[in-house]
């Protein structure tokens, strides 16, 4: 593992105030390097998605600072679309834009913001498609593909951004058993490439397999962190222990 | 019968051909349209721009987060809508050529402005529904891309939120075609003064009357026809 930080938190909290408040982040200090395939796991409601969407501001902390590349993103002063292009999100429920192809899904940010020609976005686009072998599918509609196909045009659609760091959450949640097994092989490959991922998943055999380090978070609190062998071979938090016993 | 035939031909002749009124009348369907659809121009311009200032405050209130611009905005918007949407379109039009540009003598541009701020107070809180309606991740998935706010409502929401209230919009359309009716009141020579017109000087009143009513009738079944053309359209393109 490299000691190249990519993303530093330090003591992220996050207050949800509404009709009840719920403390849905409470002091979480971690670092993700770079080239690192971080697995975040955890009971339902520990505060897993709140933590990945801390780390792009799509949810604002109250407390507490994300350092990305050197740069405390939580500043007001900082442009959060710049460093949003290079920090790539896959979502449980895909959200790929159904009123466009998949060709334009995948080639709207790269032509916006990085003034890419139409031309070059989508020869990169359909050499990605080609990669997760859906380069005929290039000129569909979203509604016309499989969940397992539309999670797999979501990622490569983050991936038109040449992104830094890719963050998942949940992504096979919401698909058929069956379809489960194309949307991991592609994070893995990924993962074999070298990209940087931090994810939120309830796939341990994927966590095992791919993860380099794992946390474990509970009441929006990070419980405990490790390598899959110390985290699903020697749990030391009797939360952990408790959570792994369900699960496995 | 025949003797009724005959005058009804009679009236038709009078009112259509006589001192070649059919060509004002179709001089009168010209401003009907032109207003309508410079009118249309303006109310969806402004009623988007309405709306997503509208929405935006909404969403930067869900997030406690304050910012003194949108918040003015958000006010001005919402005495807007309140005055158009409280206040009769006669009223209205009355006030722009009277009192707010007294000193024009473009009626185009009085009665323009007047509809087209009247019709995007409408248009604006149907948008704002179209935009309340799109699944939160959308908005979501653009701004992780890294669009900012502006560039996802654009390319993202808009476009969505427009299928969902084409309809409703439609209807707003056709609502403001036959609200340009009252321009006569500003000396306008639509169709509607054209009739008018006519029946002053032929002291005929069925033949002018009917005629437009049906005018304005095959007008809109025109439009409703088309709206429901392109919503088919633009769903097909989904599916
Ligand atoms: N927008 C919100 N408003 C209020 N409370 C929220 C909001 N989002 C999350 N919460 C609360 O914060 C806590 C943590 O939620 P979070 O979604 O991060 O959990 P999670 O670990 O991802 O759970 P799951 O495995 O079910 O996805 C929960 O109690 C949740 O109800
Ligand atoms: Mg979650």
């Known amino acids: 593992m490299s000691a190249d930080i990519l993303i530093k938190v330090e003591n992220l909290e996050k207050v949800f105030t509404g009709k009840t408040t719920v403390r849905a982040l409470d002091g979480v200090s971690a670092e993700i390097c770079r080239g690192e395939v971080v697995v975040v796991i955890g009971p339902s409601g520990s505060g897993k998605s709140t933590f990945l969407r801390c780390l792009n501001l799509l949810e604002m902390p109250t407390a507490g600072s994300v350092v990305f590349e050197g740069t405390d993103i939580t500043d007001p002063a900082v442009d959060i679309n710049l460093h949003r292009q290079k920090m790539g999100m896959v979502f449980q429920h895909f959200n790929l834009f159904p009123h466009m192809t998949i060709l334009e899904n995948m080639t709207l940010a790269p032509m916006k913001l990085l003034k890419k020609s139409k031309a070059d976005a989508e020869a990169q686009a359909k050499a990605l498609l080609e990669r997760v072998g859906l380069a005929d599918r290039a000129n569909a509609y979203p509604s016309q593909l499989s969940g397992g196909q539309k999670q797999r045009v979501a990622i490569v659609r983050s991936l038109c951004m040449d992104p830094e760091v890719m963050l998942f959450d949940e992504p096979t949640s919401a698909l058929d058993p069956e379809m489960v097994g194309e949307v991991l092989d592609v994070m893995k490959e990924l993962a074999r490439e070298g990209m940087t991922m931090v994810v939120v998943t309830h796939e341990m055999g994927f966590a095992r397999e791919v993860g380099d380090r794992v946390l474990f978070m509970a009441d929006g609190k990070l419980l405990e962190e490790g390598t899959p062998e110390e985290i699903f071979g020697h749990p030391q938090n009797a939360r952990l222990q408790d959570f792994l016993a369900k699960v496995l | ?239």
């Not at chain 2, 390319?155 to 609502?175: C, M, T």
């Not at chain 2, 002053?200 to 005629?211: H, L, S, V």
Request: glycine content about 8%.
């Open chain 2, 1 to 239: 019968m025949s003797k009724w035939f005959a005058s009804l031909q009679a009236d038709f002749e009078q009112t259509f051909i006589a001192a070649d009124r059919w060509k004002s009348l179709i001089k009168g369907l010209g401003v009907t349209l032109e207003i309508t659809l410079l009118a249309l121009l303006i109310g969806v311009m402004l009623g988007v721009l309405v709306a997503v200032i509208r929405s935006s405050y909404d969403q930067m209130a869900a997030q406690k987060k304050s910012n003194g611009l949108l918040s003015v905005l958000n006010g001005l918007c919402k005495l807007y809508l309140t005055v158009i949407r409280g206040t009769p379109v006669m009223v209205q039009l009355l006030i722009m050529y009277f009192v707010i540009l007294a000193n024009s003598t473009n009626t185009v541009l009085t009665a323009v402005l007047t509809f087209g701020i009247n019709t995007g107070a409408y248009v604006a809180e149907i948008v704002r529904s179209g935009i309340m309606s799109i699944d939160a991740g959308q908005m979501e998935a653009g701004r992780s891309l890294g669009l900012n706010y502006v560039q996802t409502m654009w390319h993202i929401i808009i476009p969505q939120a427009v299928k969902n209230i084409l309809p409703a919009l439609g209807n707003e359309f056709i609502a403001l075609l036959k609200e340009t009716s009252i321009v006569n009141v500003i000396g306008m020579k639509d169709i509607t003064k054209w009739a008018i017109n006519v029946q002053g000087r032929t002291y005929q009143a069925f033949m002018p009357f009917i005629g437009i009513a049906l005018v304005y009738l095959v007008m809109v079944i025109i439009l409703s026809k088309l709206v429901n053309l392109l919503e088919r359209r633009l769903r097909s393109s989904e599916r």
